[in-house]
């Protein structure tokens, strides 16, 4: 992965819908060009999921987030967690963390399948945390709707799926099917998951920081640091950057630098070597929600 790479994920992670023509116009680069080093990092090992995550509240439910340190054998356990009740996706830290995130509607629920996880994983969780990649907050009271969460469907795990596919398997008319997807991604009302292997790299490494500002110009000071904010929620004020580095070294001195502005009052780093995206769990919730929707329009 080189800083050209780097840039071409930002824009991905922007729009995982996006065309490579424009993506690369994005970058300077062709189409063709573009469309080349997206597949390169799928083959590579170095994306390992692109997928689309609507907010819990279109599904009545809350966010929850935990790390559990400690585990035997992460990566195989990874893969054993993504059938359990409530988790929505995870990912894998360099250092063996594993940061799972969750939807409930009860906090018995949310107890229940934090319970199931210290079982499979065999410790139990060391933190919660705020949500890494929710939503970028407001969602101004507006929800997905039925068409909305039916396209949702058939792009969740793809959102790279064709146009003409999605409206075969849904049965809508192509253009439909573009307004509908169009409005969903400019309204924030969908979150872009992004699953990367930094040890599939073969070069520089992506990394995550959480910060919690503490000043009105750690933003823009944070960017002039050629970090990237992806996400940000409100309460509590948080923000999401990526930022690439050529070693675990660098880093930490990025992370380091930023401490030393005194712009924020917490901070911490994610280098993710893998991830899972709960496809059954989520396809579960949008059934269930179209369901709904459907028993509502009989009343």
């Not at 597949?39 to 819990?56: A, D, E, K, Q």
Request: glycine residues 8%; hydrophobic residues 40%; aromatic residues 8%.
């Amino acid at each position: 992965m080189d800083l050209l790479d780097y840039r071409i994920v930002t824009e991905l992670i922007r729009d995982p819908t996006a065309p490579y023509e424009v993506i690369g116009s994005r970058v300077g680069l062709s189409g063709v060009s573009a469309r080349r080093r997206v597949l390169g990092m799928f083959r590579s090992g170095f994306i390992r999921g692109l997928h689309l995550l609507p907010s819990p509240l279109n599904f009545h439910m809350y966010p929850g987030t935990f790390v559990f340190r400690g585990i035997q054998e992460p990566s195989r356990r990874l893969r054993e967690i993504a059938d359990i009740s409530g988790v929505a996706f995870a990912w894998l830290d360099y250092d063996g963390d594993m940061t799972v995130t969750l939807f409930f509607r009860q906090k018995e629920e949310e107890r229940s399948s934090v319970e199931r996880l210290s079982e499979v994983l065999s410790v139990e969780a060391v933190a919660r945390r705020t949500p890494l990649s929710l939503m970028p907050p407001d969602l101004s009271g507006s929800y997905l709707s039925r068409v909305d969460l039916r396209i949702l469907e058939h792009i969740c795990r793809d959102p790279r799926v064709p146009l003409k596919e999605v409206s075969r398997l849904t049965g809508l008319s192509g253009k439909t099917v573009g307004k509908h997807k169009a409005r969903m991604l400019s309204s924030n009302q969908l979150c872009t998951i992004f699953i990367p292997d930094f040890t599939r790299s073969q070069g520089g490494i992506f990394y995550a920081l959480l910060v919690y500002p503490g000043d009105l110009r750690a933003t823009s000071t944070l960017q002039g640091m050629g970090l990237q904010a992806i996400w940000h929620m409100v309460d509590p004020p948080c923000y999401v950057f990526m930022g690439y580095a050529d070693s675990l070294d660098e880093v930490e001195a990025n992370k380091n630098r930023i401490k030393d502005t005194g712009l924020v009052k917490g901070l911490s780093t994610l280098v993710p070597r893998g991830g899972i995206f709960a496809v059954k769990n989520v396809t579960a919730w949008i059934r269930e929600r179209v369901l709904e929707w459907g028993m509502a329009s009989v009343r």
